[in-house]
T-cell receptor, first 116, second 116 residues
Framework: AQTVTQSQPEMSVQEAETVTLSCTYDTSESDYYLFWYKQPPSRQMILVIR??????QNATENRFSVNFQKAAKSFSLKISDSQLGDAAMYFCAYRRATGANSKLTFGKGITLSVRP | KAGVTQTPRYLIKTRGQQVTLSCSPI?????VSWYQQTPGQGLQFLFEYFSETQRNKGNFPGRFSGRQFSNSRSEMNVSTLELGDSALYLC???????????????FGPGTRLTVL
């Protein structure tokens, strides 16, 4: 079974600074997808960024980028120029790329606070 | 395009009652997945429906059931409610075109269920 681990329950960053959120996963699959979702106090789960395992290039979305290390099964999220609106819970998630089972497996999440 | 909608947003029930939650996916999306979020267990997959058929099921008791209608709207039902069923129930929709797992799940705002 696939597992996703987010070992840091909380992190804090100064506004305008950069922060990196860690995630590791375990799978025997070679093809899969990884996601970072953001859940603000409103509880709406918002997709931040997605990475296909077959792509060596790290995904980027504006101020958000990932460091995908397939051999190490590591998938960290870097937030540059942090803003107050980035304060939220962040979840790392895994999904198989093949087969009918498309369920997302989530980590426990990390609470990010942004200091003004 | 309108996002995923869930109704009701908040619900209070007593033990032993049953409850039905509703989810309307993004227009054109044919797959609906349900997740339960609790502070203790985190985000757990309940089931997925595609074209009115249950494709996958998580490790939940038979009290949890669901269905999908021809317009892709989905409902989940929990019978004989227990205190431990108190949670945020999230619905996510995706295209699932051609039966592949290559698309992304977009989440609704959730239904907060409290069981007294």
């Amino acid at each position: 079974a696939q597992t996703v681990t987010q070992s840091q329950p909380e992190m804090s960053v100064q506004e305008a600074e950069t922060v990196t959120l860690s995630c590791t996963y375990d799978t025997s699959e070679s093809d899969y997808y990884l996601f970072w979702y953001k859940q603000p106090p409103s509880r709406q789960m918002i997709l931040v960024i997605r990475q296909e395992a077959y792509k060596q290039q790290n995904a980027t979305e504006n101020r958000f980028s990932v460091n995908f290390q397939k051999a190490a099964k590591s998938f960290s999220l870097k937030i540059s120029d942090s803003q107050l609106g980035d304060a939220a819970m962040y979840f790392c998630a895994y999904r198989r790329a093949t087969g009918a089972n498309s369920k997302l497996t989530f980590g426990k999440g990390i609470t990010l606070s942004v200091r003004p | 395009k309108a996002g995923v909608t869930q109704t009701p947003r908040y619900l209070i029930k007593t033990r032993g009652q049953q409850v039905t939650l509703s989810c309307s996916p993004i227009s054109g999306h044919r797959s609906v997945s349900w997740y339960q979020q609790t502070p203790g267990q985190g985000l757990q997959f309940l089931f997925e429906y595609f074209s009115e058929t249950q494709r996958n099921k998580g490790n939940f008791p038979g009290r949890f059931s669901g269905r999908q209608f021809s317009n892709s709207r989905s409902e989940m039902n929990v019978s004989t409610l227990e205190l431990g069923d108190s949670a945020l129930y999230l619905c996510a929709s995706s295209l699932r075109d051609g039966g592949t797992s290559t698309d992304t799940q977009y989440f609704g705002p959730g239904t907060r269920l409290t069981v007294l």
